[in-house]
């Protein structure tokens, strides 16, 4: 009776009496003791309830949680057949006003002696367990702020509590509130949202409008942080009271509100008093407030975009409602209809012309959080029938801890009518958001909410109906982008480059596409592949030239083979010719690795020529120290020659270093295909980092040091007999090779295009062409010409000299200039030269 007097003496209209009479109604109803802001009804099991149904700014709370909690409650206590056979289930419900100090005060009063203080001030010797509390489970608080508070609270004899609307991301912190769950998705979800809501409609600015309190505050920080991430300009973030005079100035493409309706209803009545239009954004505080959605003039600020929880029906509460009359009247009825004046004929309502017929109750109640306290009372009501053991006869157990029946709630994963819930580890439920639109055109009468869409938590935004949305004045041409200007989040068009370009939403992009000069950079062409392809004359040279290379080598392979035992093979190198040979081969293959669009595998083509190359000049640099041992006339260089006369161990240690660079090489720093934007071309080329670089100068450096020590041994064997004389014209190729890539090295190092590789091929081809005709093939001609028996039979007498170990006495001043005289000052045994 004194809420009653206290409630009437400020509430006048007609909705109000209404809100007053539902919740009355549904205290009567269920025939409980009601007591000043409390409902209570006795069962087996107490669910406690902690509703706003006042709010601290005299605002008057729709009624609809406190009512759909105590129906929820009934439809379990009379299901046929029954949940819980042999248990009950009463609650124990507070009204917290939207007050901390009220909500905590309510909280200790439903864990009765729990609320003693002194009791963590016990030492731990003595037993301080606390009690049992007769309510396990407690449903509320609707704000986050005040959930927080409450969650510390309960988390003490960890009872359970499930919030129907607190969505702050910290309150799924389980080291801080550890007992605490929810059937609505946490704050994290909702930013996220709002985020893909703006980058769907391409909004280059938005401001924020927040408050002081948890829920503000956290949306607010969350949002800006997303929007710093992708470069949308946050025009401004302003708290209340400061941000009506920020949104009169904001040149912001969309405007959120991220607090309570109260404080919505403040700013947005200002807005309709100054006669400004924005496009506003609203988080789940007040997307589908009728109280905003009916103050005066609400349709002059411009679209509103909002997000709720998903919403469905409760099976069956719209009948409880209604039903509460069946044609009776009775004293509530009565004292009801004194102050509405409602019209007797008027029976029927369609919930869009509200009237004063009790058949309009349903209409008034807020159905935001409805659902979700639905969903709460079904997950504690399973949460018991699986603790207690129950079918549908009886339930084995009766007694059971807070402790118990949290752990078997938060692991609960059911399915209420059609929707399929579960909490995560974080007691987060696996729910998405319906997104709103507030159609306010002039032919409908009020403001109509229209689902557009939906958002399900890690998955993209989607739309079922195409809505217009107004973007920025500042709009640019296709070819041009934002940027900015003297204002935070004041744009101008200017060109993007010729790199670049522009679909016109403000933006430019790299990469595959440019706009061609001639139609003033407004036409997007595809850029052309460039790199060195097979049918370019230049690759056609050098694959003719390197396919003739391999024909004569495999040609000179084959009469070494047939010539093997003979002088003129051992004269270079004997088996280790076989070695040079596919070394050859290997260099040659490897330019058909640098044709062609590059791929993975083809990008190892300096290094395996690294490896090859060294091989050969390993060789070559092995049969020039046999020349020399067995023909130096200097005793002391032949003696010191002499100790380096070991061909397996020079090939395997020159190769070998070399081998170990470039593996190095692939697997430090693996050369991949890379693509270079140009301005009307794509230039595909094997990657040159700068690392890489420095394996390319040591690969090239390395053999180039070998080519120079082949070069000075050579020249020093230039005055060797004419049937030997491997030494002039190594000389002459190691020369070449030398000058190729001095040459060479700073051109590839600085050039840049298609013809780099073409450029890389011609060095190698020329480096191995050079082996194979200074060294290799002469031989084979003296192999193949007339003179071959004669120099057999030469070869023959001067080895059996050399045999017998004689002195090779000096032939006469005249016959050295014949031409087939040997001039010999020293001599040497067979060993020694093969």
Known sequence: ARWCSFTLRWLGPMKARLILLVTFMCVFHSSTKNTDLHVYLHGDVIIGGLFPVHDNTNRTKAPGPISLMIYSIQEINQRTPRLLPNLTLGYDIYDTCGDVSLAIRATLQLLKDQSDPQRCLIPPSINSSLPEPETKVVIGERYSELSIAVARVLALPSVTQISYASTSEELSLKSKFPTFLRTVSSDKHQTQAIYELVKNFSWQSVAIVGSTDEYGKYGTDCLNQLFSDSNICVDFEEILPTAREKIENSTAEAIIMFTKDTNVQIILEAVIEKNLNRTWIASDTWSTSSTISEIKGIKSIG??????????????????????FNGTTNNILSYYQVFTNGSKDDMKCNCKNKTADPSCLYCYIDHDESYNIYMAVQFIAEGLRILLKCNNQSCERTKFSAVELFHVISNIN???????IYLDENGDPS???????????ESKEGVEKIKIGEYWPNKNISFNKDVSVFNCSRTCQPGQRMKSQNGKCCYKCVNCSSQEYSYGNGQCYHFTIYFSPADHIYTCVNKTDEFLEWSDPFSIILITVAVIAIIATVAIAVIIRINRGTPIVKAIGGCLCFLEVVSLLLGFCVIFTFIGKPTPNSCVGIPVFGI??????????????????????????????KKLNHPVAVV?????????????????????????????????????SEESKKFFVATIV?????????????????????????????????????????VFLPIYLTLEGKYKPAINSAAILIS?????????????????????????????????????GRICPTLPSASRHNNTSYVVNNCWTEKQFL
């Open 303 to 324: 679209p509103v975009f909002g997000f709720i929880f998903r919403q469905k029906e409760v099976p069956g509460f719209k009948d409880y409602v209604t039903s509460m």
């Open 414 to 420: 059911i399915t209420v009518n059609d929707t399929n």
């Open 431 to 441: 729910l998405g958001y319906d997104i709103l639109f507030w159609n306010t055109s």
């Open 612 to 641: 090859s190359f060294s091989i050969g000049i390993s060789c070559i640099l092995a049969n020039l120290i046999q020349i020399l041992v067995g023909f130096s006339f200097d005793p002391k260089v032949s003696s010191t020659i």
């Open 652 to 688: 395997v240690i020159i190769s070998g270093v070399q081998f170990g660079v470039s593996l190095a090489w692939l697997i430090v720093l693996p050369r991949s295909p890379v693509e270079v934007a140009k301005e009307f071309t794509i230039l595909y080329q094997c990657n040159m």
């Open 702 to 742: 390395y053999n180039s040091f070998w080519g120079l020590v082949c070069f000075v041994f050579a020249f020093k064997g230039r005055q060797l007999p004419d049937i030997y004389k491997n030494a002039s014209l190594i000389t002459v190729s190691m020369v070449l090779f030398l000058i190729t890539w001095i």
């Open 768 to 804: 191995c062409i050079s082996i194979l005709g200074c060294h290799l093939a002469p031989k084979c001609y003296l192999c193949c010409s007339g003179k071959r028996l004669i120099i057999r039979m030469l070869s023959v007498n001067i080895l059996g000299n050399i045999m017998r």
